[in-house]
Nanobody, 114 residues
Framework: QVQLVESGGGLVQAGGSLRLSCAAS????????MGWYRQAPGKQRELLAH???????NYAGSVKGRFTISRDNAKNTVHLQMNSLKPEDTAVYYC????????WGQGTQVTVSS
């Protein structure tokens, strides 16, 4: 069955960095564009970044220039390097397919203190 396991979240001060990882299994990972999403309390889940393959990436305006998405098809993993974190980046972060997302994993909590 499909599993998406996010990790790497934590508590960080504003201006700090975190690297999130997502381990995927149960589907042919390399065939699909993957995305990182987040959901803050009281808000809808939003797409932050997606990667099709290699250097084909796209970012939401709120994270462009600060976050970098990458993938390792050999390890079925997708990463999100987050720099210059802001308090408004506080949320639960998830990975999933870009198109027709699978059931969501548990996510990883990112908390940015001011």
């Amino acid at each position: 069955q499909v599993q998406l396991v996010e990790s790497g979240g934590g508590l960080v001060q504003a201006g700090g960095s975190l690297r999130l990882s997502c381990a995927a299994s149960g589907f042919i990972f390399s065939n699909y564009a993957m995305g990182w999403y987040r959901q803050a309390p009281g808000k809808q889940r939003e797409l932050l970044a997606h990667i099709i393959s290699g250097d084909s990436t796209n970012y939401a305006g709120s994270v462009k220039g600060r976050f970098t998405i990458s993938r390792d098809n050999a390890k079925n993993t997708v990463h999100l390097q987050m720099n210059s974190l802001k308090p408004e980046d506080t949320a639960v972060y998830y990975c999933n397919r870009l198109i027709s997302p699978y059931p969501w994993g548990q996510g990883t909590q990112v908390t940015v203190s001011s």
